[in-house]
């Protein structure tokens, strides 16, 4: 028998404080201006087809954003953000 030992990682879920603290838009968020620029000509560009933004993936460390980006993202594109983690899809 093989027994796997490991600690998992869990994250406290946000709170509406948490939340309520992020940037709202994209000119609000500070720092990494390539993908800022990016993220806002796919916004602009799906807006101007009247139609869906296509898929994104925001990878890299903790700390740099990605969920704040996800937010600014959903909001401006009129969006409901679900958010989860690895450790989160790992129990499921």
């Given at each position: 028998v093989q027994e796997n030992f490991y600690t998992e990682a869990t994250e406290a879920p946000e709170t509406d404080l948490d939340?309520?603290?992020?940037?709202p838009e994209l000119?609000?968020?500070?720092?990494?201006e390539k993908v800022k620029e990016r993220i806002s000509l796919m916004i602009e560009a799906a807006?101007?087809?009247?139609?869906?933004?296509?898929h994104i993936l925001l990878s890299g460390p903790p700390?740099?954003?990605k969920t704040?980006?996800?937010?600014?993202i959903a909001s401006a594109t009129g969006s409901?953000?679900?958010?989860?983690s690895g450790p989160q899809i790992e129990k499921a």
């Amino acid at each position: 028998v093989q027994e796997n030992f490991y600690t998992e990682a869990t994250e406290a879920p946000e709170t509406d404080l948490d939340i309520s603290l992020r940037p709202p838009e994209l000119t609000e968020f500070f720092g990494q201006e390539k993908v800022k620029e990016r993220i806002s000509l796919m916004i602009e560009a799906a807006q101007k087809r009247k139609d869906v933004l296509a898929h994104i993936l925001l990878s890299g460390p903790p700390g740099l954003g990605k969920t704040t980006l996800a937010h600014i993202i959903a909001s401006a594109t009129g969006s409901k953000l679900h958010s989860t983690s690895g450790p989160q899809i790992e129990k499921a």
